[in-house]
C-alpha cells in the first residue's frame, strides 16, 4: 500500500526546489518525512513540540481560514499542497478555493481520505460517527473521513480544467493539477446532487474517482505538466 508520503513526495519531487503546504498536519508523520526546500504547516493544534521543528519549516498554529485569511496574495506561490484538515466537504471545498490561488501554474494539489471505508466513516458530522460507531459496538481502528468524498464529483464537474486521479491502492488520496481530462469526465450534475450524495454513490459511480496506481498517476501529471 503506498504511504500518504510516499504519494506526495512523488510530486515534490519534480521541483528543483520545492515549496509545500500541509493542511491538516497532526503528529507530523507525514510532513516531517517529506523532502522539500521550504514546508509550510497549518493546523490548529499540532500534536508535537517545537523540539520536532525541523529548519526550513514553518509553522502556523491556526484553522486553514485564519491561515489563507492572512496569507499574502503575492506570496510565492507553492508546488505541492496538501489538503488533509477537517475532512468536511464545505471546509475541505473551501481549503481547495484557497490552494488553487496559492498554487503555482504547474503545481499539484493533494486531497486525503476521498474513499471513506464504509458508511460510519463518510457521515459528514463527527459526534454522530463517534455515537453511531461506539452504538455499533465496533472495534479496530476508529477512522472518521467525513464527506470529503462529495469534493471529488464537484471537481468533477466543476473544475473542468483540472485533470484527476484518484490512488486506487491506499484509503483514497486525489492529485489535481491544470492539465487534459482523458477518460468520460460528466458535466452534467448539480451541485444540489452533490451535496445528496452518499455513501452507497462512492461504490455505485466509481469511475467518478478514475481509479489508479501511483506510478501512472505520477507520469500523467508530469506530461500534463511538463510535455
Ligand atoms: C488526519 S489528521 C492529518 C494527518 C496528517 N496530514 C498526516 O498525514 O499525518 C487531520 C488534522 O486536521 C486538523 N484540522 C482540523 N480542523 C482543521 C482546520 N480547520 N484547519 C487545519 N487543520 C485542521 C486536525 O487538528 C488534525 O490534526
Known sequence: MTTRAQFVQGFLDFYNAPR???????????FHALRA????????????GAAKHQP???????????YFAALDRTAPPFDVIY???LHSFEQ??????SAILHLQPLGVIVIDDVIPSGYLA?????????????????????????????????????????????????HGQLAMWRGRRRAPFTLDRRVEDITR?????????????????QAAIVA????????
Open 92 to 97: 475541505t471545498l473551501r481549503d481547495l478555493m
Open 197 to 213: 450524495l452518499q455513501y452507497h454513490d462512492v461504490l455505485l459511480q466509481r469511475s467518478a474517482f478514475n481509479l489508479m496506481g
Open 83 to 85: 489538503l488533509d484538515g
Open 37 to 48: 526546500a521550504q514546508k509550510v504547516a497549518v493546523d490548529p493544534h499540532f500534536l508535537f
Open 122 to 170: 463518510s457521515l459528514p458530522d463527527v459526534a454522530l460517527f463517534e455515537r453511531a460507531w461506539h452504538a455499533a459496538g465496533a472495534t479496530g481502528d476508529i477512522s472518521w473521513m467525513g464527506d470529503v468524498f462529495r469534493l471529488v464529483f464537484f471537481i468533477e464537474s466543476f473544475l473542468p480544467d483540472f485533470a484527476y486521479a484518484t490512488l486506487a491502492d491506499n
Open 20 to 30: 509545500y503546504l500541509e493542511v491538516g498536519v497532526n503528529r507530523g508523520a507525514t
Open 56 to 66: 526550513g519549516c514553518s509553522y502556523h498554529e491556526v484553522p486553514s481560514d485564519a
Open 220 to 227: 500523467q501529471a508530469h506530461s500534463d505538466l511538463f510535455g
